[in-house]
């Protein structure tokens, strides 16, 4: 029988820990009473440095049930770190993944189950519809899954951080030792064989996201730049056009100056493709700068997470 653990990471949540809780014990209770899952599966709350009651609730909620656990973190981690400190500490044949807001079903944990029982290592949850995002994200969402595609990021669309992961496979994610962890990235770069769930997603049970806007744009670049260096490539290819426009351009003004007599008539033609091509250069320096900060964060290997405290 399978031995699940369920991990949920926590950012402030406590408007609807509660009732997330609730929730998901009483699936665990139904998913025990038939005998998909054994006696010792569990739920795993990983506090991630939240300001509010989140800790204290989860501490009420282990003493009062066998069945939840909860780990620290020390601070802060980010919801990818929050991630790994739980899928490399909690015991299981079989964990699953799912956000504290309730937004994605706990009943697809179900069909989770079966497939990983019909031999897949890895379960993708993917979202049908995206009718409870508002048009922004839905918008922003679309384009860079399709822009993640075209550059060549192995990536399952409308798959956010809803899965089930067998503890082969977490024992090889364990070996991926970058610092800055884009796991949507990785998980399908594991391999073995895997199986994809489909459900609606609702709208936030309560309290609010954890990933304004300026959030979601770094994580969105992460995801780019450490999967693909594309972007350092399309820089070469337009310097190279440039550089061959420029010389054909030379060409020309000499053609116009030797052969038909005719000077160079005004500034414009100078200072326009100075400020373009110095904006240009800026930009390609900015690229470069940005995969030459990932090699500096790298290199220091600092951990990803700190446990402080596990009950
Ligand atoms: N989260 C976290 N650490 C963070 C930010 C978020 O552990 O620094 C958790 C949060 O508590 C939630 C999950 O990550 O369980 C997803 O966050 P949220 O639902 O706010 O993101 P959204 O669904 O709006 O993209
Ligand atoms: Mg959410």
Same mark, same amino acid.
């Given at each position: 029988m399978t031995r699940l653990a369920i991990i949920v990471p926590c950012y402030n949540e406590e408007a609807v820990l509660p009732e997330t809780a609730r929730r998901l014990l009483a699936l665990l209770a139904d998913l025990q009473a038939q005998g998909e899952v054994s006696d010792d599966s569990a739920l795993y709350f990983v506090n991630d440095?939240?300001?509010?009651?989140?800790?204290?609730?989860?501490?009420?909620?282990?003493?009062?049930?066998?069945?939840?656990?909860?780990?620290k973190l020390s601070r802060n981690c980010g919801h990818q770190n929050a991630l790994l400190a739980g899928l490399?500490?909690?015991?299981?044949?079989?964990?699953?993944?799912?956000?504290?807001?309730?937004?994605?079903d706990p009943e697809a944990m179900r069909a989770m189950l079966a497939a990983h029982r019909g031999g897949a290592d890895v379960v993708y949850g993917v979202r049908r519809r995206r009718t409870t995002d508002t048009f922004f994200k839905r918008f922003s969402a679309e384009g860079y899954y399709w822009l993640l595609a075209r550059l060549g990021v192995e990536i399952?669309?409308?798959?956010?951080?809803?899965?089930?992961?067998?503890?082969?496979?977490?024992?090889?994610?364990?070996?991926?030792?970058?610092?800055?962890?884009f796991l949507r990235g990785i998980i399908p770069k594991l391999g073995f064989d895997s199986a994809i769930v489909h459900y609606d997603r609702s709208a936030r049970l309560?309290?609010?996201? =954890?990933?304004?806007? =300026?959030?979601m744009v770094a994580f969105a670049l992460e995801g780019v730049t450490s999967f693909s260096v594309a972007p350092l490539r399309a820089i070469m290819w337009f310097g190279l056009c440039v550089s061959v426009l420029s010389f054909a351009g030379g060409l020309w003004t000499l053609w116009e100056r030797l052969v038909n007599n005719v000077g160079v008539p005004g500034w414009a033609s100078t200072?326009?493709?100075?400020?373009?091509?110095?904006?240009?250069?800026?930009?390609?320096?900015?690229?470069?700068?940005?995969?030459?900060? =990932?090699?500096?964060?790298?290199?220091?290997?600092?951990?990803?997470?700190?446990?402080?405290?596990?009950?």
């Open positions: 440095g939240s300001r509010d009651r989140t800790w204290p609730l989860i501490e009420e909620l282990a003493a009062t049930n066998p069945q939840v656990h909860g780990i490399f500490t909690v015991p299981g044949d079989a964990v699953i993944s799912i956000d504290a807001d309730l937004q994605d399952v669309f409308n798959h956010a951080d809803y899965r089930l992961l067998s503890r082969r496979a977490i024992d090889v994610l364990r070996q991926y030792r970058e610092r800055n962890i309560a309290g609010e996201t =954890k990933y304004p806007l =300026k959030k200072l326009v493709p100075m400020f373009f091509l110095g904006g240009i250069q800026l930009l390609s320096l900015g690229v470069i700068g940005e995969y030459v900060a =990932k090699i500096y964060m790298e290199s220091k290997a600092r951990p990803r997470y700190i446990i402080d405290r596990e009950i």
